[in-house]
């Protein structure tokens, strides 16, 4: 029985360093690119009761908004929506297996979009490999614990905020190079416009005038 | 036994991360606005379909991910080709959008004829890639003492947000300024266009119809 004791442990702490190394938020944050007419699909495998939670928001694009489809592994669809700006689902596995995401852009011709998506599984791990997880956290651990939730929440905010002020930004950038090219554009006409006008009066008048010396001789 | 240990560590890696798919020539990109002076790690596993077994092989040597990592100003970080499982790391110098694109550079292309691939990718940024039970083993660390360093990490990345958004902010007032001088500049001008062509078109007719006699 000890030996058997032993190398769990032995097995157990690698495996949880690896679990460690990952990152301390089991969670996926990622953004891309949506080309027009294009169907982005995601994937993860869940274990049943866990608690995962999907965020989205288009950052760029068009009219910002996007499908968006949730399925658990049997098909059955958890989430839909059609052309969402931004918004957040939380729901609790009730199977084990793939679930699947994915980000439509399929009514849209001409716009792509940017899409980003946070996708997190389950709760944080422990900071350290648990050994001696049967004490109670002290009351500066269970501070830090709580300081630790806050932050990560302004993190979260934060992201937000950029994302949103990412949309004001394109629009602005988008609104310097229109102006700029518009500006050149009408110079440009105005003067065709006005040389034309005068070239094409000069040649009605030019007309009469043969006709006049023709019935003249 | 070692090899059991490595293979858990192996499968526990990837087992949390999200897939994808992606054809032969497909080029996926991923972008990561991050402020200045921030690490980011990418890990990937790639698994291909094969056609007999009507499921995903779980490694296949010879299959290789090229990764090209560009920074805001479109220049080139990183460009590297890494076998079937890679890891890349880059720490940002300039704050903004910086783009990771990844796309096969399959050696066997008869292999690819089902077309899928299947990609784990995880992308960490700034305070998610530190690796704290080696921080904490390096500079022997308490638990408590583990746990404040990881709240000065957050606090850290929440500093270096808030400079970036300064400078995003600036850079939107610097565009907003740019787009009314031009407003302002181009309506001056438009008038001025508009009397110096009037006045032209008005004093070329009456010149042309005088020399006619018509006036």
Wanted: overall charge neutral; some cysteine; glycine content about 6%.
């Amino acid at each position: 029985f000890s030996s058997y004791h032993t190398t769990t442990r032995l097995l157990l702490v690698p495996v949880l360093w690896a679990q460690l190394l990952c990152g301390s938020v089991w969670g996926s944050e990622l953004t891309f690119e949506l080309p027009d007419n294009a169907k982005q699909c995601f994937y993860e495998d869940i274990i049943v009761g866990t608690k995962c939670t999907l965020e989205f928001q288009v950052v760029t694009g068009g009219h910002y908004d996007v499908d968006c489809r949730l399925e658990d592994p049997d098909g059955t669809v958890l989430y839909k929506e059609m052309k969402k700006q931004y918004d957040s689902f939380t729901f609790t596995a009730a199977k084990n297996g793939t679930y699947k995401f994915c980000f439509s852009n399929e009514f849209s011709t001409f716009t792509h979009k940017t899409v980003y998506f946070d996708f997190q599984v389950g709760d944080d791990p422990p900071l350290f490999p648990n050994e001696n997880r049967v004490t109670a956290l002290t009351q500066m651990e269970s501070a830090c614990v709580s300081i630790h939730e806050a932050l990560k929440s302004v993190i979260d905010y934060q992201t937000h905020f950029r994302l949103r002020e990412a949309q004001g930004r394109s629009r602005a950038e988008d609104l310097n190079t229109r102006v700029a090219f518009w500006s050149i554009g009408e110079a440009f006409i105005l003067l065709v416009v006005s040389i034309s006008q005068v070239v094409l009066l000069r040649s009605f008048f030019s007309d009469k005038k043969t006709t006049t010396t023709r019935v003249g001789s | 036994m070692y090899i059991t240990r490595s293979c858990l560590t192996q499968i526990l890696m990837f087992r949390r991360a999200l897939y994808f798919h992606i054809g032969e020539t497909e080029k996926k990109c991923f972008i990561e606005e991050i402020p200045d002076e921030t690490m980011v790690i990418g890990k990937y596993r790639t698994q291909l379909w094969d056609k007999q077994t009507g499921s995903f092989l779980p490694s296949t040597p010879g299959l290789g991910m090229h990764v090209e990592i560009k920074d805001p100003d479109t220049k080139i970080v990183l460009s590297r080709q890494y076998g079937s499982d890679g890891r890349f790391t880059f720490t940002s110098h300039t704050p903004g959008e910086h783009q990771i694109c990844l796309h096969s550079n399959s050696t066997k292309m008869a292999l690819f004829a089902g077309g899928k691939l299947r990609v784990h990718l995880d992308i960490q940024v700034g305070e998610h890639t530190n690796n704290y039970p080696e921080i904490a083993a390096k500079d022997k660390l308490t638990e408590l003492q583990l746990r404040v360093r990881q709240l000065l990490d957050q606090v850290d990345q929440i500093q270096k947000e808030q400079n970036y958004q300064r400078y995003r902010e600036e850079r939107f007032r610097m565009t907003s300024e740019s787009t009314n001088q031009r407003v302002l500049w181009w309506s001056i001008t438009q008038t001025l266009i508009l009397l110096v062509t009037g006045v032209w078109q008005m004093r070329h007719l009456k010149s042309f119809f005088e020399a006619k006699k018509l006036v």
